[in-house]
């Protein structure tokens, strides 16, 4: 909403400057997107009457002006129009001016003669014949309303450029504000001034309404009010310069007298009108309908319109003449012609005319106010206005008598004013006739501890609506900080961000990188990673609205996504690479929403391999407090290296997979030999153990043996470690594979693992016998379940 502080000054006295205007209604609740000076870009830019009008000597085109610019001498300009002649009023760029697009004026000669300036056209002062009826669009803006005018006179006050307009951000909820009127009220409330809106009077005595215009509104729901006047002996006619300038700086092309007096009712009391001529409506009846079957309607901007039956028209006896709060009908629109004119100024329900103006792709000014909600009691006031305006422009003669038909009655809103809740909810110490007074300069009433709420404001419903009010008004910067009152607000992270930022810290103290990544991704990535068409991994959530085939479903594994940024790092000639993310997928719930879980993604070349990798994903547990991690072999899992992959399991569950990338997705991705592991960390974190407890350093030293045992090559690793920590008694405190052989002298088929085993007692120094029966039962229970023995023992 663009509002002309010229305009602003007849309801309200506001002397701030457009900063501090802007500052201040901003901090009211008025958001101000920009001020601007209407005639910023014109300067040195004067009012100048021509002397004499002669012939170039050396042109058959061109006329030197002589101009009365107020100085002491007249000025001589050269110029090519042909309308200009001794006499006339106009405007001239002297040296050195500047007009709008930039353009600089500077004196010179021209065919040899001296110019000291250039005479205007509306063109170069930024404006058409709509701003100045008559003029030529072709030559010289010469004026034909010289009252007033002095030679030398700056130009911008007679081209209404010398406005100040300020462009605000109108919240949906604020209709009322989408006016001249309610932004005063804001105004004078947020300064302090007086406000005051004159009563529309009419003289009338024109006739009667009431023998000519008959009105039935057949859907009350979507039309609850509907008023209307009548004019006679309609005179189309050039708006007066006053009202012209007044829409021009509110953004509104000036057309002619009954136009211009619609839209500056709308524009001033924020109510859309619309004026039919009267000859056109059939049966001399307006019937507010919805569409029927079939209805198309040519509206004013010559468009052929197809109408729906939940559409709402304006009609006459035979046929639609308008589309209800949206755009007249071409077949119903004033003309030169027009003797009797009819004006429209109705209330439709919001919704409606959204929904109207939407199937039909015509959103209009009057439909996006409309659509918002108005007041139900505007639209006399309105048309009173509207009336008012074309008696004062001589525009025609106002019937008497005025159709005015209310299906659903206004009953004002009224609510109790609570102080405490107010004051309890603000954190303020304002007294009850603090808040009367504030509310009051906004058109509440209080009484009795009672608040009626003013018909404009629709948007009041309940008590900290009001707190609202008396806040914006009190001033936002006037309330002292106060501590929340209540429960301690506690801030930090929750116990699984913590992990997660744990886990992090860890990882990148291990070289590795965070990413981030987009959860959507292309279906075709489930090919490149090898997914089997009956994975239900293929299962995704599908994006209805993609950017594109590449973004097109949710994932349901982060492999793509890390295997994709490992690919571009190789790319870019990055020899290593530790990559890792804490990726968010999302697999199809059955309800609203999918189901989304936390899965960390590690992913590493160069410098690297299995071992490396499982010693980080058990470095990686261990700091999660994940209890005994076990590595079990995976043989087909498609994403990865077969005999080179482990599923991860705490106990009896599975929280992951690490491994090498199988080659042929490696080479999808364009990656050397690569390694990647998977944690599902929803339940990574279940299974935490419980925080750990301080030990103290053990009192006695421990004793340590290193056995190697031939097995099974079937036998892992991991199954060997169990069984020792099983065996090893009490005293055993740790249990580490160092080495793994194969070939001779071991037998073929099987391997040789040794171990480092570590005793301890936390009572006594232990002795070389303790330890050899401890390990005496390891290699017990070794060959009892694996058939493992001692390497020495072995044929």
């Known amino acids: 909403m ?81 309308n200009v002649r001794e006499g006339d009023w106009v405007p001239a760029a002297l040296h050195k001016s500047r007009l709008p697009g930039g353009k600089k004026i500077e004196k010179g000669k021209l065919r040899g003669v001296k110019s000291e300036g250039m005479l205007c056209s509306l063109g170069e002062l930024g404006l058409d014949t709509h701003d100045f009826p008559g003029a030529a669009d072709d030559g010289i803006l010469v004026f034909t309303e010289t009252e007033g005018l002095v030679p030398g006179g700056d130009i911008r006050p007679v081209i209404g450029a010398d406005d100040r307009i300020v462009e605000f951000e109108i919240t949906n909820n604020r209709p009322d504000c989408m006016s001249v009127i309610g932004l005063a009220r804001e105004s004078a409330a947020t300064f302090g001034t007086r406000f005051a809106v004159p009563q529309p009077r009419v003289a009338g005595g024109g006739g009667d309404i009431g023998e000519l215009l008959c009105v039935d509104v057949e859907n009350p729901g979507l039309c609850p009010r509907y008023t209307a006047r009548m ?17 021009r700086a509110c953004g509104v092309r000036p057309i002619n007298n009954i136009v211009d007096i619609t839209n500056y009712v709308m524009l001033e009391y924020g109510q859309p009108m619309h004026a039919f001529d009267y000859a056109c409506l059939g049966g001399g009846k307006i019937a507010v309908r919805n569409a029927r079957e079939g209805e198309i309607i040519r509206t004013l901007d010559g468009a052929e319109r197809a109408l729906s039956t939940d559409m709402l028209v304006i009609a006459d006896a035979e046929r639609a003449v308008g589309v209800a709060g949206v755009m007249g009908g071409g077949n119903s629109e004033i003309t030169d012609n027009t003797e009797y004119a009819v004006f429209e100024s109705a209330n439709f ?20 106010r409309y659509e918002k909600g108005l007041d139900i009691q505007n639209t006399l006031p309105a048309v009173q206005r509207a009336c008012q305006l074309v008696e004062l422009l001589g525009a025609g003669e106002v019937l008497d008598g005025i159709v005015d038909i209310r299906a659903r009655e206004y009953v004002p ?71 929340f009152k209540g429960a301690a607000a506690r801030g930090g992270l929750t116990a699984k961000q913590q992990a997660l930022s744990d886990a992090g810290a860890l990882l ?86 999918p189901d989304e879980r936390v899965k960390l993604a ?63 997705i490696a080479e999808n991705y364009g990656l050397p030999e690569a390694y990647a592991a998977v944690l599902d960390f929803e339940r ?112």
Request: proline share 6%; aromatic share 8%.
């Open 231 to 247: 004019v006679r002996n309609i005179k189309i006619a050039p708006s007066p310069k006053w009202m012209r300038q007044r829409l």
């Open 684 to 795: 990574v974190f279940g299974l935490r153990a419980d925080e750990p407890k301080y030990a103290p350093l053990p009192r006695y030293p421990s004793v340590e043996r290193d056995i190697a045992v031939v097995c099974p090559a079937s036998v892992t690793a991991a199954e060997l470690t169990d069984t020792i920590r099983r065996g090893g008694g009490i005293y055993l405190r740790e249990a580490a594979l160092f080495d793994v052989y194969t070939g001779a002298p071991i037998p073929e088929g099987k391997k040789s693992a040794a171990f480092s085993l570590r005793f301890r007692s936390d009572d006594a120094t232990l002795t070389d016998e303790d330890a050899d029966t401890a390990v005496r039962g390891i290699l017990a229970l070794l060959e009892r379940e694996h058939g493992a023995l001692l390497r020495g023992a072995v044929n």
């Open 2 to 82: 663009d509002l002309s502080r010229k305009w602003l000054a007849e309801f309200t006295d506001i002397g701030a400057g457009s900063a501090e205007y802007a500052e201040a209604m901003t901090m009211s609740g008025s958001k101000v997107e920009s001020t601007r000076e209407a005639g910023a870009e014109i300067a040195n830019v004067v009012v100048g009457r021509v002397v004499a009008a002669e012939r170039h000597p050396d042109s058959d085109h061109l006329w030197v002006c002589t101009v009365d610019v107020g100085r002491d001498t007249p000025v001589q300009i050269v110029t090519g129009a042909q």
């Open 602 to 664: 590690l992913g590493a070349y160069g410098n690297v391999d299995f071992y490396a990798l499982k010693g980080i994903v058990e470095a990686l547990l261990r700091e999660l407090r994940v209890p005994d991690a076990q590595f079990r072999p995976q043989e087909a899992y498609a994403a990865f290296h077969p005999g080179r992959c482990a599923q991860i399991f705490s106990g009896g569950t599975h929280i992951g997979t690490a491994g090498q990338v199988h080659p042929s």
């Open 413 to 483: 809103r009224s609510l109790p004013l609570e102080p405490e809740k107010i004051n309890a909810l603000l954190g303020t110490r304002i007294d009850s006739e603090g808040m009367a007074a504030i509310l009051g300069k906004i058109g509440f009433t209080v009484s009795e501890g009672s608040v009626s709420v003013p018909s404009w404001r629709g948007d009041i419903e309940h008590w900290s609506d009001l707190a609202e009010e008396v806040a914006r008004f009190y001033g936002y910067d006037k309330i002292e900080p106060t501590l």
């Open 349 to 368: 329900d919001g919704v409606s005319i959204r929904r109207t103006a939407s199937a039909l792709g015509m959103r209009t000014d009057a439909s996006g």
């Open 508 to 593: 990148r103290g291990m070289g590795f990188f965070e990413i981030y990544t987009y959860s959507f991704i292309s279906p075709s990535d489930y090919d490149r990673i090898n997914l089997p068409q009956d994975a239900p991994e293929r299962r995704s959530v599908t994006i209805l609205n993609p950017l594109g085939e590449d973004r097109s479903v949710m994932r349901t594994t982060p492999l793509p996504s890390m295997l994709g940024e490992l690919g571009r790092n190789a790319a870019a000639r990055i020899v290593e690479a530790r990559l890792y993310e804490a990726a968010r997928v999302y697999s199809p719930s059955g309800g609203a929403l």
